[in-house]
């Protein structure tokens, strides 16, 4: 039998974000305690009081960075990690919270707060990636929990994880569903998406809007033909690239197409 | 000189980043405070300039664990400044979503986060170990509360089925019956979780609270009901901000709420529970009496009771919702976007979430106001610190440590909604 210190030890962080991608981890109901007898939770305090220390196997990373703190606090945390992965949208691609990348944060601070020069925040909120190298990026707002198992699993075999990257559109053809672009002409963003959800939302009759950012090879150009032939206006499609990954690359440089 | 500060670095086992610090002087805890440092992610301002319909789905993102209390609030919110309102079996649906969120949270804080504080474990996960019955037990529970939220909304976290007006879709009654039979096990489960946790030792730690929640004349409430506490608060919805006061202090991102009226106040299951006890269906009264609750709960530590309590109603109401559950014509109304002020309250598992929201005539949003619970109760938290923690100020430094963060996690903050971890500092001067 192994000792407790042979198991690979595993961190959550968390950085701008909801939580919603590490509760996901909690959200393996039947899993989790299996979870536990092969990792150490060494440091993931939404779960479990126990300090800081020692080196960590793997990092799963929440959120993204929009403090001066949290782009220190971020270097810190990959010299104390052998693979650093990042979870959800926030820290893939900056999350919702990156539309302030698009606006004055002067602005932004002081519609929300009486004091803004208590608050300490960056102008800008970002993806981990952007401050330091990431081993692997899980997509998602928040992650699918099966992609999440699948990618710690991968890690303690040493392997690279099996995470598609085609797009929602296929998910949805695969499954036979009808398109609710042509069929309904409802604004979709499934063709530049990448799948991840089990295209719920085609399921429940709405277009998909963006939750696991771009697709490997996003054709947004015939997208935005597609979507102005239903009457989209441009504040339409704006919104609709600037979401949960409006920092996403090839998102943001859609929107800004969008923008004038 | 016998004063100290006392610190708790990092408040563990809470949803978001936060800390505590106590200033004692010649032994008494003179200030407390409770120190939130979660980026802010400044979600009302970039509501502003977005579509109506997008309000449910983006406030959703404020917090993983409580995704339908933003949904719930912002969609009656919106639907308010329309003049919609849902009636029949979508209001009856959107009661059961929130049933489902309410288990699932509920579930999560009892076994996972509250409970290792009285068996005297770091985590549910190393409780397991010895307690694996309960641990399995409070997992699958959680799973029913979610089993709920996927079948109605496609998944457990931002589910995507709620609209303005509405749902996209809503389940047929033959998919329903699966579910009522896992909450039918839910509900005898979360029986036997309100006998476990009333076995636990609770501390003598009674206070006076002024509790706010909703109360609604026939139901225990989620979506609806006056705002109302047990000081003699009783306003509409659209009043809140005529009663309550949001200050920003500078040791917490998050806002502070008071009462103009009388200061400090509680919002969550010890209040919602103190102020609608009658309300609970029968099974769920019978089981709090043979728990040893009376009408009224004032002990922060008990919470973990009332929650069983309350999931224990949450399963029942659920049965009740899907056995008298008929489809809609519709999923949802139509409406035309219109210019109007919208605002709406509803009982997130934490406790009071309001939302109000100005909308111009084109349907975006031109600006919004959301004061989640954890922000309301900082103050009555930061007062069961200063009251209680006196009586643990003689114990050794770690055990004072956990007794402060339990402190903080009876009232199961979400830090992340208010603006992980809790500092305590303690600074004896």
Redesign the interface.
């Known amino acids: 039998m192994r000792t407790p210190k042979a198991k690979p030890r595993l961190a959550v962080w968390k950085f701008a974000s909801c939580d919603g991608c590490q509760l996901s981890l909690l959200d393996c109901e039947p899993q989790l305690l299996t979870l536990g007898e092969a990792l150490e939770l060494a440091y993931f305090p939404e779960a479990a009081t126990a300090p800081m220390r020692g080196h960590y196997d793997l990092s799963l990373v929440e959120g993204s960075i929009s403090t001066p703190r949290d782009a220190e606090r971020i270097v810190a945390i990959r010299r104390r990690s052998t693979r650093l992965v990042t979870i959800g949208a926030c820290a893939t691609a900056g999350g919702i919270q990156a539309l302030r990348n698009f606006a004055d944060i002067r602005e932004f601070t002081a519609a929300v707060y009486a004091h803004p020069a208590y608050i300490r925040t960056l102008a800008t909120s970002t993806a981990i990636a952007e401050h330091v190298p990431v081993d692997f990026e899980l997509r998602g707002c928040p992650v699918n929990k099966r992609q999440l198992l699948e990618v710690i699993s991968a890690f303690l075999a040493a392997r690279r994880p099996a995470v598609p990257t085609h797009s929602v559109c296929i998910d949805c053809k695969s499954l036979g569903r009808a398109c609710v672009l042509v069929a309904h002409g409802t604004a979709c963003l499934g063709p530049v998406t990448q799948a991840g959800c089990g295209a719920i939302c085609p399921a429940f009759q709405r277009g998909c809007y963006g939750c696991y950012g771009p697709q490997e090879s996003p054709n947004t150009l015939a997208l935005g033909r597609a979507l102005a032939t239903l009457g989209l206006d441009r504040a339409h499609l704006l919104r609709l690239y600037r979401s949960f990954n409006a920092n996403a690359e090839a998102f943001r440089t859609e929107s800004e197409r969008h923008a004038q | 000189m016998p004063n100290r500060t006392i610190r708790v670095e990092?408040?563990?086992?809470?949803?978001?980043?936060g800390g505590v610090r106590l200033l004692v002087r010649d032994g008494r805890i003179e200030r407390a405070e409770l120190r939130i440092?979660?980026?802010?992610?400044?979600?009302?301002?970039?509501l502003?300039g977005?579509?109506l319909t997008?309000a449910p789905?983006?406030t959703a993102?404020?917090?993983?664990?409580c995704?339908v209390a933003y949904q719930m609030s912002a969609v009656h919110a919106v639907e308010s400044a329309l003049g919609i309102e849902v009636s029949g079996p979508v209001r009856a649906l959107r009661r059961l979503l929130y049933c489902g969120e309410w288990i699932e949270s509920h579930a999560?804080h009892i076994t996972?986060?509250h409970a290792?504080d009285f068996l005297g474990y770091?985590?549910?996960?190393?409780m397991?170990r010895e307690h694996?019955d309960a641990?399995?037990r409070g997992?699958?529970l959680?799973?029913a509360g979610?089993d709920i939220l996927a079948l109605l909304g496609?998944?457990?976290?931002?589910p995507?089925?709620v609209?303005v007006g509405g749902f996209?879709?809503v389940p047929r009654k033959r998919d329903l019956a699966p579910l009522a039979e896992r909450l039918k096990w839910a509900r005898e489960a979360a029986l036997e979780t309100v006998r476990w946790t009333s076995g636990f030792e609770f501390p003598a730690c009674d206070r006076d609270y002024t509790f706010v929640a909703l109360r609604h004349p026939a139901e225990y409430p989620f979506n609806e009901g006056r705002i109302a506490s047990n000081q003699g608060l009783d306003i509409a919805p659209g009043e809140f901000e005529a009663h309550i006061d949001e200050?920003?202090v500078?040791r917490s991102?998050a806002?502070h709420a008071q009462l103009r009226a009388g200061g400090a106040y509680l919002t969550g299951p010890l209040a919602r529970y103190s102020l609608n006890f009658e309300r609970l269906s029968p099974i769920a009264q019978e089981a709090a009496r043979a728990a040893g609750l009376t009408a009224r709960c004032t002990n922060p530590f008990r919470s973990i009771v009332v929650r069983a309590v309350e999931v224990l109603y949450a399963c029942d109401e659920a049965l009740r919702i899907i056995a008298e559950y008929e489809e809609p014509e519709a999923?949802a109304c139509e409406f035309e976007p219109r210019s109007g002020m919208g605002i709406a309250a509803t009982e997130a598992p934490r406790g009071l979430l309001y939302h109000r929201y100005r909308i111009g005539a084109d349907g975006t949003i031109s600006e919004a106001r959301i004061v989640p619970p954890t922000a309301q109760n900082q103050a009555a938290i930061e007062e069961d610190l200063r009251r209680f923690g006196t009586q643990f100020l003689r114990l050794p430094q770690e055990q004072l440590r956990?007794r402060c963060?339990q402190l903080v996690r009876n009232h199961d903050p979400c830090i992340?909604c208010a603006t992980?971890?809790l500092q305590l500092e303690v600074l004896e001067r």
Not at chain 2, 10 to 17: A, C, D, K, P
Not at chain 2, 37 to 46: D, G, H, S, V, W
Not at chain 2, 122 to 126: E, L, M, N, R, T
Not at chain 2, 154 to 158: P, S, T, V
């Open positions: 990092q408040l563990t086992r809470v949803e978001g980043e440092f979660e980026p802010p992610r400044l979600f009302e301002a970039l502003r977005r579509e997008e789905d983006i993102r404020i917090c993983g664990i995704p999560l996972l986060l290792p770091a985590s549910g996960i190393d397991a694996p641990v399995r997992l699958a959680k799973q979610n496609g998944r457990e976290i931002h995507v089925s609209r996209y879709r200050t920003q500078r991102t806002l999923p956990q963060e992340s992980h971890f």
